[in-house]
């Protein structure tokens, strides 16, 4: 994986040149260094919006509160990593924000929400999209500290260490995390799964 | 207890599938808007926030010179109304006493205030009667 790679030299030199300007508070080289970035955080944001303007806003909140903590970026860790951790909790904020002034769903709507989830799409792009659908919506039912270790190891693609720098915790308590996350998963999609045969017998 | 290894076998296809997952996440192709929006509000949050000085460079010299004149106009009209009131005061005075004085003059002086005025009435002839005797 790419991020065990990055532990030794999570950034290049022309990054690190710009990094070093930036937090001299050099918003020209802040800003080219989020111009790298936001493709990849827009891509992120959209997994956990699922709206385009939502996302687009996330980014916008993410970068302008990196900006507001870039001096305590270090460098242990990738500039994406760091973000991404950034990214999570805009994103919890925001899901807050909504919890505490939108009533809580109905169970009609809940049942609703896993009909369209596990529904049948013919293609076979259709699978690998219900395929997602369901991974996403099951990491999200996840405990938040397991959660964020998941999407961190497989989506932001850091390793145990950056995980452990930007999280601050220690490697130990990353494996840990990773371990009983993945064990809940396991769990969560083999209980989930008899129901999808259950909707969907034929497939 | 040790903590068997995150990516053990009974995980292996469950983490294929979160790998399978990462790959599908869209790359949106960069948005020049938001890069510009991101901007504008990072310029907008660099620029130097106004100060209480700045924001009073100006109004604050006035304030005070005008502060300080009209000062300097009360304290002058305090001054002269000062003077005004004692010279009021003393012409107030002064006027009682010359009309206290005129009005002296202007009067008869009574008969035994005036040490002559016996010698001004007629001369009178004695008269014969008897003064009776006590």
Redesign the interface.
Known sequence: MNGEMAVTSPLTDADAVLIARARG?D?EA??RL??EQ???L???A??FCRDAHLA?DL??ET??AA??SFSRFDGTCRLFTWLYVILLRQHQRAQGWFARRLPPPTPEQTAAAVRSALSFTPAAAGL?RR??EQ??RLVAQLPERHRDV?RL???A?ASEAEIAATLGISP?TV??R??Y???K??RI?EKVNPLREALHPSH | MP??????P??AA??A??????A????????PH??G???Q???A??ETPPTWWSTWRWPAPVALTLLLASLAIWSSRAQQGGAAEELAYVLAESRQAVTKMSARSSAALSAWESPTASLLSPPRQPSLQPTPQL
């Open positions: 508070g918003v802040f800003s989020m111009e936001q493709s990849r827009l891509g992120q959209l997994i687009q980014v916008q970068m302008l900006w507001k690998e395929e997602s991974l996403r998941i190891r497989f989506y693609e130990g494996k840990s990773l371990h996350a993945l064990e998963l396991r999609k | 903590v068997p290894p995150p990516e053990s009974e995980h469950l983490i599938a979160l790998r399978r997952d990462a599908r996440v869209p790359q949106p192709e960069f948005d938001l890069h929006a991101v901007c509000r990072l310029a949050l660099t």
